[in-house]
């Protein structure tokens, strides 16, 4: 028991070391030396948790990933080509009520950030496969679609929060709401989707 909460006080350090050096980073690479000094560990330590900081990356991949994933499960595909907006907002309401550091790692530092990038990919093949079940799109069709979809709300959001833009939430809806029916019907593929 007792190693259990160490081992749980050890992962604690090491990740609020990462996500510390993350933030104050402008972009540059993070090493292994720079974060166990941070976390007051070792770096035997730190690869008892992780083999790289690859590794620890692909950590927050996963949880972001899965939560994100879980929260676009809520409503159908039905549901969100009737409700143009709700996809919006369930992103939204993700970064609205989850961890700063979540929406740092997605938004803030999303040019460029290999767990921004990640988390998108993911996202952009699990929505991507769900499209393929409702629509007759081949995989390329669904992943592009899904890409431009998602895409454009995440960069929406990230402009939004960045500070870059001034709209307010219905604001970017409206905007957003108009613009992806729009750049969807130019695909030509008989997607329909309603006010």
């Given at each position: 028991?007792?190693?259990?909460?160490?081992?749980?006080?050890?992962e604690?350090?090491?990740?609020?070391?990462?996500?510390?050096?993350?933030?104050?980073?402008?972009?540059?690479?993070?090493?292994?030396?720079?974060?166990?000094?941070?976390?007051?560990?070792?770096?035997?330590?730190?690869?008892?948790?992780?083999?790289?900081?690859?590794?620890?990356?692909?950590?927050?991949?996963?949880?972001?990933?899965?939560?994100?994933?879980?929260?676009?499960?809520?409503?159908?595909?039905?549901?969100?080509?009737?409700?143009?907006?709700?996809?919006l907002?369930?992103?939204?309401?993700?970064?609205?009520?989850?961890?700063?550091?979540?929406?740092f790692a997605?938004?803030?530092?999303?040019?460029?950030?290999?767990?921004?990038?990640?988390?998108?990919?993911?996202?952009?093949?699990?929505?991507?496969?769900?499209?393929?079940?409702?629509?007759?799109?081949?995989?390329?069709?669904?992943?592009?679609?899904?890409?431009?979809?998602?895409?454009?709300?995440?960069?929406?959001?990230r402009?939004?929060?960045?500070?870059?833009?001034?709209?307010?939430?219905?604001?970017?809806?409206?905007?957003?709401?108009?613009?992806?029916?729009?750049?969807?019907?130019?695909?030509?593929?008989?997607?329909?989707?309603?006010?």
């Amino acid at each position: 028991m007792a190693t259990d909460k160490r081992a749980q006080r050890t992962e604690a350090a090491i990740k609020t070391a990462y996500e510390s050096l993350l933030q104050a980073s402008d972009g540059k690479r993070i090493r292994v030396s720079d974060l166990t000094a941070k976390a007051g560990i070792n770096r035997k330590t730190f690869y008892l948790h992780y083999d790289t900081i690859e590794d620890l990356e692909e950590s927050y991949v996963e949880d972001i990933s899965a939560d994100l994933e879980n929260r676009l499960r809520s409503h159908s595909l039905e549901e969100y080509t009737h409700q143009r907006g709700l996809m919006l907002e369930v992103l939204a309401d993700f970064f609205d009520s989850n961890r700063d550091f979540y929406t740092f790692a997605i938004l803030k530092d999303g040019n460029g950030s290999s767990i921004s990038n990640r988390v998108e990919t993911r996202l952009v093949q699990h929505y991507g496969e769900v499209m393929q079940t409702v629509y007759p799109l081949d995989q390329d069709q669904a992943i592009l679609l899904a890409s431009f979809i998602l895409g454009t709300m995440l960069n929406g959001l990230r402009l939004q929060m960045s500070g870059v833009t001034n709209f307010s939430r219905s604001e970017l809806r409206g905007l957003i709401t108009r613009l992806i029916p729009t750049g969807l019907s130019s695909f030509g593929l008989g997607l329909h989707f309603e006010d």
